[in-house]
């Protein structure tokens, strides 16, 4: 397999926003790696055995549960223990084992901020592939200034999956990706903007970068816990108009 290159990020700290329920959390986060490029297209096809056109253009139109389909089978290949657990589609995280996993949320936003605390960690047009570079498909990775943690692509080029929840109380089994695409605005570009899709969902602007690192804990782990999605899709009262309903 293409070597997957990854770097260590110190211990830190990180605010996440949640823009419907106008709220703050401060997560704490411990060292981490973190791979300094997205997965690219030559990656996903040693491990997942697909096709390859663009070998260093970041791996797009992968859904989630491809990703995390690519993170156990690149720990098997490299004898790590994997992270995931699969019940059909369902999926759990091992919080325990050291393999390839999919970044938390926090983890994410933490490692594309490296520090800084605007929007951008450079100025856009230096650091990201966005539609103000008027290309029609991403780019090979490596191709702007990566940020303070020596991460290439975090903003721009394609958006990147996390494991985490986008809000299971709207979007029941919704997975964010964050970072933006190459298709999309300076708006969307920023650190702090999440969208989602379902788990099956895959489009050409979306692909995914890895981690790894386990943790003492079971079921919580960077800013997220399976306690804290249970909560999260809890709604007292009637779903407001316009909502997906929940699967029962």
């Known amino acids: 397999m293409s070597d997957i290159e990854l770097t260590r990020l110190p211990a830190g700290e990180v605010t996440l926003h949640d823009a419907r329920t106008r709220s703050t959390r401060q997560v704490t986060l411990e060292p981490f790696l973190l791979g300094v490029f997205p997965v690219t297209e030559e990656q996903l096809a ?8 663009h070998p260093r253009r970041p791996a797009a139109d992968v859904s989630w549960l491809r990703a995390v389909h690519f993170c156990n089978a690149a720990s098997e290949w490299e004898g790590f223990d994997p992270v995931y657990r699969f019940d059909g589609e369902d999926v759990t995280w091992d919080t325990t084992a050291d393999g390839y996993r999919l970044p938390t949320e926090a983890e994410w936003e933490f ?8 929007p951008h960690y450079a100025p ?21 200034l990566p940020n303070l943690h020596g991460l290439f692509d975090t903003l721009g080029n394609v958006w990147e999956w996390c494991w985490d929840l986008l809000d299971p109380a709207r979007y029941d089994d919704y997975r964010v990706f964050r970072g933006g695409g190459f298709a999309d605005e300076a708006w969307s570009v920023r650190a702090s903007v999440r969208r989602g899709g379902a788990p099956r969902m895959h489009h050409d602007d979306v692909g995914f970068r890895v981690a790894r690192g386990g943790f003492d804990r079971e079921e919580e782990a ?19 108009g316009g909502w997906t309903p929940r699967r029962r």
């Open 46 to 53: 040693d491990v997942l055995g697909v096709a390859v056109r």
């Open 111 to 118: 490692a594309c901020r490296a520090g800084s605390a605007g």
């Open 124 to 144: 856009l047009a230096d650091a990201a592939w966005t539609a103000a570079d008027h290309v029609s498909a991403p780019q090979d990775v490596g191709g702007k």
């Open 222 to 240: 960077q800013g997220w816990s399976a306690a804290g999605d249970r909560a999260r899709a809890t709604v007292d009262g009637p779903l407001p």
